[in-house]
Each structure stands twice: as structure tokens, then as C-alpha cells.
């Protein structure tokens, strides 16, 4: 594996994120307290994992840009923008989720989730979307 191959393992990583937090976001849903416990964290450690991938890439390969393709790039612009505003928002909020969780105090740990979850997911799902317009659909 090579630097250049980051991108898709990122993709992949926020891919299999997505999966473990809707997972866990059902569980909870069920009652299944456990289940939520489990998958919230495997969705911690592998976004944990992306933002390890993600640094290591863009401290050593400069930024792709995307080709002027008018409306096109618009769309990119309008999927970006606020992925990358709320990715970095979101940092904080998921280890207060997840402070909340570890010290027991539900209230607050599900005051903040149902805050913290569509976050996540959204940048889960449209860090996907960039990577697929950026290095697939219109390289």
C-alpha cells in the first residue's frame, strides 16, 4: 500500500463508520444496550482510524482539485463545504457523547446524541460522496 491509496482506504473506513453507527443507532432503538455499546465504539475507533489516514494523506500529498465543471462543481462545493465545517465540529461533540456515556450520565449522553448521531452520519456518508465525485465520477 502506498499514500495514494489512502483515499479509498478513507472512503472505506467512513464507509464501515456509517454501518456501525446506524447499526448502533438500531440497537439502542431495540433496546439493545449492549449492541449499542459495541457498535458505537467499533464507530469511534474506525473513525478514529479515518482521521489517522486522513492526517497521514493530506500532511503528504497536496489536495486534489476538482475539474471546473460548472453546475457540477457546485454540487461539489455544496456537499464539501458543510461536511467539512461540521467534521470538524463533530470531533468534539462525539468525546463529549462518549464522555457522557463512560461516566453514566444518560441524560446528557442522550441530550447530545440525538445531536451528535446525524452529525456523524452525515459527514460519514458525504465523505464518501467527495471521495466517489473527487477520484471516481469526475477525475
Avoid at 105 to 127: C, N
Amino acid at each position: 500500500m502506498t499514500l495514494l491509496d489512502l483515499p479509498t482506504v478513507n472512503a472505506t473506513l467512513n464507509t464501515i463508520a456509517g454501518v456501525f453507527l446506524l447499526s448502533g443507532y438500531i440497537a439502542i432503538k431495540n433496546k439493545k444496550k449492549e449492541l449499542h455499546i459495541k457498535m458505537m465504539i467499533a464507530a469511534l475507533i474506525t473513525s478514529a482510524a479515518f482521521l489517522t489516514c486522513y492526517l497521514i494523506y493530506h500532511f503528504h500529498v497536496p489536495s486534489k482539485k476538482f475539474p471546473d465543471l460548472g453546475f457540477i462543481k457546485t454540487v461539489y462545493y455544496l456537499i464539501l463545504f458543510p461536511h467539512i465545517i461540521l467534521a470538524a465540529v463533530m470531533v468534539p461533540m462525539i468525546l463529549k457523547t462518549f464522555w457522557h456515556a463512560y461516566k453514566q450520565d444518560w441524560e446528557k449522553h442522550k441530550k447530545i446524541a440525538r445531536i451528535t448521531f446525524p452529525i456523524w452520519m452525515y459527514v460519514s456518508v458525504t465523505g464518501v460522496l467527495v471521495y466517489l465525485m473527487l477520484y471516481h465520477w469526475y477525475a
